[in-house]
Each structure stands twice: as C-alpha cells, then as structure tokens.
C-alpha cells in the first residue's frame, strides 16, 4: 500500500470508546460534574443502540445514581417485574424451586424489563443534552500512546479500503481522537481492551476471564400468552448435566416477549452447537405455548463476561481505565450486568474529572481502582463469587446447589467455600472430537425453531462487502491441522451466524470464513482452541442493526 496521508487529529479532555450503558453513564456523569470538560464517545454501531444486546432485566441502582429523576421522565424503562419464576427442565417436564429458597439478591422485584438498546439510546439524547458528542459509525482500531507510554487516545479506522488492502476511490483516513484521559467501554472482549490488558499487565494475579455466549430473540406473542412484568429463568435441559447454561423469557409491554439462552463458552463437547441448543429450548413444553401463533421480530447473539470477582482486571493505568464488560463486571447468577456498567462509568468518571482539576493527564486513575471493591459493584460480585467455579467443577445440579447455599452465607458475611478460583481459560476446555459424541440436532420447523441464516436476516446484519476480512485467522495451517483435524471443525457450530465453513474442494478442506454475516458476538476469538481467530472491527457502521433489543 503507497504511504498514506497523516491522520487528522482532535484533542478532547476524555474520549469514552463505546456507547454502551458504561460509557454513556462515564460522559454523562462528567458533564454533570464540569460543563467544561470536553468528551466525545465513539461508537463503531452504524447508531446508538445498533451492537447494543441484552436480555434484560435492570437493576435500578446505577441509574438512580446517575440520574435520580429518571422515574418522572419519559424513559423506554416502563415495564417493572410482576413475577419471579426459576425452573429446573428435563426433557418433558418442569419443577419449579420455590421463591423462598432464592437467595435475596436472585430477587427481581423492584427491576425492570428493557430493551437495553432503546435505554442506551435515551442515555444518549441526554448525554448531548450536557454537550457530549457522539460519533457513531465510527469504530476505534488503534490505541494511541505519547512518548512516556501513555495511552494518548484512539484512532478510528480507515474508510474505503477494498479487499485487497488497498485504497478505493472513496478512502478516507481515519481520525485521531486524543485525550488527557481514555475510558474503554467495548463490552464483553473489547477488541482494545484485549490488547491493553497484556501491555500494561493488568491481569496479573487474578483469575482467566471466563465467557459464556448469549442468544436472544424478540417475539410478539398472542395477547392471551402475554404476562406482562412476567421474568422466567430455567436450567438444566437441553444442556447435560456437564454443561453450563440457562433460559430465560421476560414479558415487557405491548405483547413482546424476549427469549433468550446463556451457554458457558467453557463445555467441552467440539459438536455441541449453541444455537442448536437455544432453538431446541423453545420446543420444551414449558416455553414452547408461549410462542405458538406468534412471530420472531429479531434476532441476535452477543458474548458475556463471566468470570466475576476473581477476574476483574487492573483497571486503571497511565492515560486511561476499563469500564464495563471491558472490566468484567457481569454478576452471573443474576444474568445482570447494566448497573454495575452504569456505577463504573460513574466512578472512572469522577476519578478522571478529579484529575483534571488538578491538572493532571496521562496518569492512572488509582483511586478508580483501588476502589471499586468496596463500592457497590465489588459488594455484589463478591457475593456470587463462587457461584461460577461450583457449578464449572461440580455441574449442573450439585453446582446450583452449593452455589446457592453459598450465596446466602455470603449474605451472613462468610462463605464455606473463602474464594474459589477458576482453573482454565475456556479456549482450553474443548476436547478433540475423536473423545465425544456428535450431537445430532432436528430440522427447523420455520414457526417456533429456526436456522441460521434466516435469523441473521433479522438482526439487520451489513457490511460493506469490498474490504478486508475482518475476521483475521493467524495461521490457516494450523486451523486445518488442529481446528478442523483434532477438533471437527467446532467454528462451524459455535458461530452463531454461520460465518465459518469447512468445505470440500478439490479432495481438500477449505476454510471459508462468510465476514459478511458476522454479528460481532466476539465467540471465535474467545472459543478458537489455539487463540487462532482475532476479531477486529470491521469498517465503521458495519454489523448488525439491532431493533428494540
């Protein structure tokens, strides 16, 4: 490629990389603090809103914190929770575990069921009320550091580049975004956040972060099957007792039902297909009524963070902070993690306005740090700490069990169990195919279950066709070798997009990798057994365009 023209470059007080709740809570909340302090968030969304998927009941905590007001306003957080069910599944049957056994904090009541898209896109409009600006379309592909090592800011990528790495007639360089201070709010495996955390060490003594994969879809149902403010969560079947997961169906307003299924990126069967595994969950006869007459409306799939207490990174160091699921702030028992997103935006926020009082700049936010353990956000992961490692070393039913009984000594101030640790990433948990057994799926029906394509055609998914792959595999020798040869090819299955094939040609397996439908779940770069895939944002505004999700 001919050398390419220097970058533009603007000069901000705070650049906030992702419009998530993280980040649109760290803006918002330094505008409260100073009108004067300059913040622009980037966002590689084609909108607010766009990448934005989850299930989601919120606790209110975070916005009551920042914007004590909110329940007098006109917000899209209208459904409050009515009922609280939790189910154990076999095959053909439910049990149902009585609310009093929950521990207190598995409790809804006094949530909200959203749609967390429409939440972060009304945070927006008062984000730029305060003078934030917002430049989505825009996806950040490059730290920026001064001479000292800082962190310095973001570059956005290049426009217009083709497939073959060179400049299309309507190229356009991409913008330096400096700052005194860069607060990273990507979410679950930030594409930057991933980078950051081997350079300056920050996962040093603490335990791999863990994932699992989320699959949701949005149905109107008959009006005589909706239960409004109703939450359900499951366990157990389709998933065996060795497999990690759960279910759940909220009914928010207007006869709309998100369903939706968490499968722990841990299990180790390469032919398990966790979109698979999601439409079989809807055929059960506890869930299956709820759907009969009605219709899919989206459709999408997002990784999550799950490794809690014992994973959270350093969060701070020179010039900048992790906020949000780029910390790993997700509670997994609860299958929330919006308010501690929102309460860490909130305080990286106050520490770096803080330091620019001062007069400070490319520094760490140390008090951020070494804070958040006895903040809020510390108390609730400390609590459902061991959750995860029980159920990861002891399954299903013998792993709820203990994780339950220690979350309600952990309400009495201690636990059986001190802090139990997690004993290995989960790209190292796949066994080779030749130990398993293939997993054998039906045919979709096209009412209540569905296949792959058809479904990314519901999440809106775009890219611009002519440019690079975005989806950059390391060493195509290797994933034959291993990949497909050990491993049966578990890409195939995993994706929940159908972005990898194996195919034959020529008497030889191909790798062909379908960049364009990639919702941009992140579960390759987590899964991959040899660390092979790297996911990089592709050119700004690509992905999928999420509605009401």
């Known amino acids: 490629m001919a050398e390419l023209p220097a970058r533009e470059a603007m000069e901000f007080d705070v650049v906030v990389v992702g419009a998530g709740p993280a980040g649109l809570a760290a803006a918002i909340r ?34 009551d914190r920042l914007l004590p007001d909110w329940r007098s306003k006109d917000t899209p957080i209208k459904t409050s929770v009515t009922g609280d069910r939790f189910y ?64 310095a800011g973001v570059a956005t990528g290049d426009m217009g580049v083709g497939k073959n790495g060179e400049p299309k007639d ?9 700052a005194k201070y860069t607060l990273f709010a990507e979410g679950a495996r930030g594409n930057l ?10 996962a040093n003594d603490r335990g791999p972060q863990k994932f699992g994969l989320g699959l949701k879809e949005l149905w109107q149902v008959a009006t005589e099957k909706h239960r409004e403010g109703l939450v359900q969560h499951t366990f157990g ?67 999550l963070t799950e490794g809690g207490y014992q994973s959270v990174p350093k969060l701070s160091f020179p010039g900048g902070a992790l906020i949000g699921c780029d910390a790993g702030f997700m509670n997994v028992p609860r299958i929330k993690g919006s308010h501690n997103a929102i309460l860490s935006g909130i305080a990286a926020a106050e520490s770096a306005a803080a330091a620019l009082s001062s007069g400070r700049s490319h520094d760490e936010l140390l008090d951020y740090d070494a804070g958040w353990r006895d903040s809020p956000i510390g108390k609730d992961l400390w609590k459902v700490r061991n959750a995860k490692p029980l159920w ?38 796949l066994k080779p195919a030749s130990e398993c057994t293939p997993v054998s799926y039906p045919k979709p029906d096209g009412k209540i279950t569905f296949d792959r394509l058809s479904s990314v055609f519901l999440s809106n998914t775009n890219h611009e ?12 020798g ?26 034959e040609e020529a008497g030889s397996a191909k790798y062909v990798i379908n960049a364009q439908n990639c919702v941009h779940c992140k579960t390759c770069d987590i899964k991959d057994p040899n660390q092979n895939i790297n996911w990089v944002p592709p050119e700004g505004g690509g992905g999928p365009n999420y509605p009401n999700m």
């Not at 690079?468 to 595999?473: A, C, E, G, I, N």
């Open 193 to 202: 956040g991933k980078q950051l955390i081997p350079k300056f060490d920050l």
């Open 237 to 303: 079947w389709p998933l065996d007792n060795s497999t990690g997961g759960g279910s759940f169906l909220y009914h928010l307003d207007d006869n709309l039902v998100s369903v939706g299924f968490v499968l722990y990126l841990n299990y180790s069967n390469p032919y398990l297909s966790p979109f698979e595994e999601f439409q079989r969950f809807k055929t059960h006869p506890l869930v299956r009524d709820t759907f009969d007459g009605g219709k899919r409306l989206a459709y999408g799939a997002r990784a």
């Open 30 to 63: 330094l505008k409260q603090i100073s009108a004067d302090i300059s913040v622009v968030v980037v966002e590689k969304g084609s909108e607010v809103g766009a990448h934005i998927l989850s299930g989601a009941v919120i606790d209110p905590i975070g916005l």
């Open 170 to 178: 309507n190229f356009t360089r991409g913008m330096e975004l400096r």
């Open 478 to 503: 290797l994933q034959k070798k291993s990949e497909h040869d050990v491993f049966a090819g578990p890409s195939a299955r995993y994706c929940p997009a159908g972005v990898y094939e194996w195919v």
């Open 465 to 476: 066709e002519d440019q690079p792959v975005h989806l950059k595999v390391g060493d195509i």
């Open 88 to 151: 154990y599944l076999s095959a053909t049957g439910a049990i149902r575990l009585p609310n009093f056994i929950m521990p207190p904090l598995m409790n809804n009541h006094g949530n909200y069921i959203v749609s967390l898209g429409n939440v972060c896109r009304w945070l927006a409009t008062k984000a730029e009320a305060l003078g934030v600006e917002i430049y989505p379309g825009f996806a950040a592909t490059e730290v920026l550091y001064d001479a000292n090592g800082a962190v």
């Open 392 to 429: 990861s070393k002891f399954g299903t039913l013998a792993g709820i069990t203990l994780g339950g009984l220690d979350m309600w000594t952990n309400t009495l101030g201690f636990s059986l169990f001190g802090t139990l640790h997690h004993d290995k990433p989960d790209y190292a948990s």
